[in-house]
């Protein structure tokens, strides 16, 4: 049973920083492509970075420069680092695993999905 926990999100002004944590239990997080998405009010959720089994990373042109996708193999953990926050990054931030192992933001190609984390900037 794969089990993703996100933390660190927060209020925060613009310009601000935050970085989220997302825990993955009973998954490896070496094994496959994972990503983060956000879906803020009345909006879809889009993807934000995603990053392979090989390392190589991949964003959305709207926080490309400012986001930056990691993973620790040894924790067992998915970050992001948001930098430069604006409002517009105002969202519910969520975590994702993909049963393909390189880059992409395709929703439905992620099958286990983080219960989310706030993200507001004010």
């Known amino acids: 049973h794969v089990q993703l926990v996100e933390s660190g999100g927060g209020s925060v002004q613009a310009g601000g920083s935050l970085r989220l944590s997302c825990a993955a239990f009973?998954?490896?997080?070496?094994?496959?492509?994972m990503g983060w998405f956000r879906q803020a009010p009345g909006k879809e959720r889009e993807g934000v970075a995603c990053i392979g089994r090989d390392g190589i990373t991949m964003y959305s042109d709207s926080v490309k420069g400012r986001f930056t996708i990691s993973k620790d193999n040894a924790m067992n953990t998915l970050y992001l680092q948001m930098n430069s926050l604006k409002p517009e990054d105002t969202a519910m931030y969520y975590c994702a695993v993909s049963r393909y192992c390189y880059t992409g933001l395709t929703e439905n190609e992620y099958n286990y999905w983080g219960q989310g984390t706030q993200v507001t900037v004010s």
């Open positions: 009973g998954y490896t997080v070496s094994s496959t492509r």
